[in-house]
């Protein structure tokens, strides 16, 4: 009997199920999760289980997990124990698996966690699939080149070379590349290529970038994958207990990965009605199966509100967008055209064809004609509503305190982008975006006029734009100091250049229909 991978139906397995971005629970209770995928038909997941030993979860479809067996490093080792065991590694390299993980290591018997020392990262190996893994060691030790580090102080080449916690192996045709998390004013990200270890690349943290506030001087959780000639760093930022998020960079080569280029958002903590924290996401791993890709992640509970209470591991597949950047975890940007003297509300349709509502009221969103829903209804006693199992928006709009007219469009569960349009409303702007060309390029925008044909170019200089890769236009074309309405735009081109060399500029261009309240540009 042919049975259809999760998220598709009918009798070639070729339509969208309603459940085809639904988010589900893996693993309760364990956190950092890693995926090792054998092939196809056959994955390895782990994570953080009880700090004592490494836990080992085998499926066939990702989607249902047996436990395959449990790794106690202290059992392998004749002569050391360990402790505060976290966040491990699994993959394969030179024909055997190897695992790698954070932990303390003590002399057999002694107290650990011990004074004077750090988490640090060992490595042990299996032969075969049975994956019984042996006597961990340290990662290049008695060399110059980032290594395992028992004390806390770093190594004398620098903090960049001291290997603490994190670890993420990709193997990639220029070698076998490990990322690694180390800790200078915070928690920072750096990587080498095995086939040529004295090289480091550093890739984000506090040492190397200034942080906003809310990244805590937080950057781990390093996951590295590949689609379609982009390379992906996936990482976390904020404390686990608090503000927790995975962000990502991407770039055309793994050294390119770094803040120099846009750090953008994958997830955003989610809060109630009174701010307080209920749900946190991060440390994540990417993998495909058949062309699809999922996200494999950590859920932070936040039970009663505020109070921190567990972590568990959660799947949800990946949306990818015209110019290969993700759509969000938890966030949708509902957008809709403006009634002079109306004010709104909103309700979501879910899958299950039950209503939340007002899952936004009028209190929220007044007469604004933008709303980012972030997966909590604070109008609906700060429910939590996974955007994959919604279907549907609805839009209420009212002029007299009457509340009945409303507008509804459906939703995929997955897009970032929602557009509604209740009768007789104008554009007030529209939310661009575009793709980002080398490191360091800057940006313009160019309109092009519906009533005459013709371009306006700059419409937005680089001046304005710089290095964003968004922009809200509202009708004025800044440069030239002139007004054109969205509904007389035709067409948006974005043009990017290098070092302020504009006669080798490149341009991508996209139609506009006058009144969707955003648009997407990829620049070839």
């Not at 200034?210 to 404390?239: M, Q, V």
Request: proline share 6%.
């Amino acid at each position: 009997m042919c049975v259809c991978d999760e998220g598709f139906t009918g009798t070639s397995c070729s339509t969208r199920g309603g459940n085809f971005y639904a988010r589900s629970l893996l693993v309760s209770g364990m956190a950092d999760p890693d995926v090792y995928k054998e092939h196809d038909d056959l994955f390895f997941l782990t994570g953080t289980g009880n700090g004592a030993s490494v836990p080992i979860y085998e499926t066939n479809d990702l989607s249902s997990f047996r436990l395959k067996l449990s790794y106690s490093p202290s059992a392998a080792d004749p002569v050391y124990d360990y402790c505060m065991i976290w966040a491990p590694d699994l993959n394969k390299a030179n024909g055997v698996y190897v695992l790698n993980f954070s932990a303390q290591r003590v002399a057999n018997g002694a107290a650990c966690p011990a004074s004077g020392q750090d988490v640090t990262t060992f490595t042990a190996t299996a032969p075969d699939l049975n994956l019984r893994f042996g006597v961990p060691q340290p990662i290049n030790p008695n060399t110059t080149y980032p290594r395992t580090q028992v004390p806390a102080s770093c190594v004398a080449e620098g903090c960049n070379r001291t290997i603490r916690i994190d670890s993420a192996t990709y193997n990639d045709p220029s070698g076998r590349w490990f990322f690694y998390v180390w800790f200078d004013r915070g928690n920072n990200i750096s990587s080498f290529n095995t086939s040529a270890p004295g090289v480091v690349y550093n890739h984000a943290g506090p040492a190397l970038y200034s942080l906003p506030a809310e990244e805590e001087t937080i950057n781990e959780a390093p996951e590295i994958f590949k689609r379609n000639g982009l390379y992906y760093l996936l990482l976390s930022t904020g404390w686990f207990n608090s503000q927790y998020s995975m962000r990502y960079i991407v770039g055309d080569s793994l050294p390119q990965l770094t803040r120099a280029r846009a750090l953008r958002r994958l997830s955003m903590p989610m809060r109630n009605a009174s701010g307080a924290l209920i749900q946190t996401h991060g440390h994540n791993t990417v993998v495909d199966r058949r062309g699809e890709y999922f996200n494999i992640f950590h859920v932070g509970a936040f039970q009663p509100a505020g109070t921190f209470t567990s972590r568990s591991t959660y799947k949800q597949r990946l949306a990818f967008k015209p110019d290969g950047s993700l759509a969000s975890l938890n966030q949708v940007n509902v957008r809709w055209t403006r009634m002079a003297g109306y004010s709104y509300s909103i309700d979501l349709v879910l899958r299950d064809g039950t209503v939340v509502g007002p899952c936004l009221d009028v209190n929220q969103l007044g007469t604004s004609n933008k709303v980012t829903f972030n997966g909590v209804c604070p109008s609906a006693g700060s429910r939590m509503v996974n955007k994959g199992d919604i279907a549907a928006f609805r839009l209420y709009y009212s002029n007299n305190g009457v509340w009945g007219a409303n507008v509804q469009t459906a939703y995929d569960g997955g897009a970032d982008d929602v557009f509604l349009e209740p009768p007789g409303g104008t554009t007030p702007f529209v939310d661009l975006s575009w793709s980002e060309e080398e490191t360091g390029a800057q940006y313009s925008i160019d309109v092009q006029r519906r009533d005459t044909g013709a371009w306006i170019g700059p419409c937005i200089d680089v001046n304005s734009v710089n290095r964003a890769l968004a922009w809200s236009y509202t009708g004025r074309c800044t440069s030239p100091g002139i007004d054109v309405a969205p509904s007389n735009i035709s067409a948006f081109r974005v043009c990017s250049a290098v070092g302020g060399d504009w006669s080798r500029a490149r341009c991508g261009t996209t139609a506009y229909d006058g009144k969707r309240m955003d648009a997407s540009v990829v620049i070839p």
